[in-house]
């Protein structure tokens, strides 16, 4: 990742990629305290487009606040960052990764001496899973780790910390043989992927997980529009692993993820053990709406050209 060419934003100046670096006592490397978004830019007609900027440079504002980090940029700097560099790195899609950490100024945990530093990169990431995961959906496996508890981290925050858990519990399914992990919240009731929002269909019914110990996705909030614009009924409620094997479809949601069938959990098909007509419909919407093919979603998208 880090020997190629390229730029990099960092704190307000664009760096050349192989340049962009921290001290080895970087506090947020000691520690994980510190906050980051997944964005996307898709092609579309008018050149790359990033689809839900804004909401996305909201929540890393709202980690920050959540880990009482002073984000010393402003929503339209972290914003036009993002623009920059996909413009500046020359992508037609990208995957953007902005990230506020701690500095090198300390090392203690009281950690009131240090500054708050903001990067931005930016880099070409076409599938998350094998592009054939898209139509034939993901074999998943309950996991042995419990998704974080709201007193113990803070599960609307976007933090670094946070990830230990999501790649512990991606690590186990991997090593299972499984493409991925469906974490519980510490009463059992499903959370979500370990870096995706988790949705089941039952009886023309859409269910998702409340987001008391799950992300507030982007991508799930998509999701919700298409069901309400497609007249399908929406319950957010507590999801037991047991309704998941006997629902009619299964998809995770992510920025990276995007829309996923999942096909089976704990060795138990789902549904028809494939992708299910809804997961594809809503599959279609949001690939038509990132590429800018849906002009009721139009503001969702921010070309990265001036
Ligand atoms: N849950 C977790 C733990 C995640 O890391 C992500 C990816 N950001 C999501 C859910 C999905 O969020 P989004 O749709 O905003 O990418």
């Known amino acids: ?34 906050c980051f978004e997944g964005v996307r830019a898709y092609q ?8 839900r900027l804004q909401d996305h440079t909201q929540r890393l504002q709202r980690s920050a606040h959540i880990l009482n980090m002073k984000l010393p940029y402003s929503a339209e700097t972290l914003n036009e960052a993002q623009r920059l560099v996909v413009r500046e790195n ?11 950490f701690l500095g090198s100024e300390g090392m203690g945990l009281r950690a009131d001496n240090l500054n708050v530093h903001v990067t931005v990169a930016a880099w070409e990431w076409p599938s998350y899973m094998a592009p054939e995961a898209r139509e034939q959906g993901i074999r998943i496996r309950t996991s042995s780790y419990t998704r974080h508890h709201v007193n113990i981290t803070m ?25 991925e992990a469906l974490l519980l919240d510490n009463e059992g009731y499903v959370a979500e992927g370990s870096g995706e929002n988790l949705f089941i269909v039952s009886d023309g019914v859409l269910y998702t997980p409340e987001l008391t110990s799950c992300l507030d996705g982007i991508t799930r909030r998509t999701i919700l529009a298409f069901a309400e614009e497609l007249s399908i009924p929406v319950k957010e409620k507590r999801i037991t692993r047991d309704e998941v094997y006997i629902a009619d479809e299964a998809f995770f949601t992510g920025t990276a993820a995007e829309v996923l069938p999942i096909r089976e959990l ?41």
């Open 266 to 306: 704990d060795n138990r098909q789902i549904g028809e053990g494939c992708r299910g007509p809804i997961t594809k419909r809503f599959q279609q919407m949001y690939f038509e709406a990132v590429e800018g093919l849906r002009d009721q979603n139009r503001e969702w998208l921010t070309l990265a050209s001036d």
């Open 44 to 51: 579309t007609n008018e050149g790359p487009a990033i689809f």
């Open 155 to 179: 599960c609307k925050a976007k933090a670094n910390g946070n990830y230990i858990n999501s790649m512990l519990a991606l690590n186990e399914a991997m090593t299972c043989g499984y493409d």
């Open 90 to 100: 020359g992508l037609a899609s990208a995957y953007i990764r902005p990230m506020a």
């Open 1 to 34: 990742m880090a020997d190629r060419d390229g730029l990099i934003w960092l704190d307000g100046e664009m760096v050349p990629w192989r340049e962009a670096k921290v001290h080895v006592l970087t506090h947020t490397l000691h520690y994980g305290m510190g």
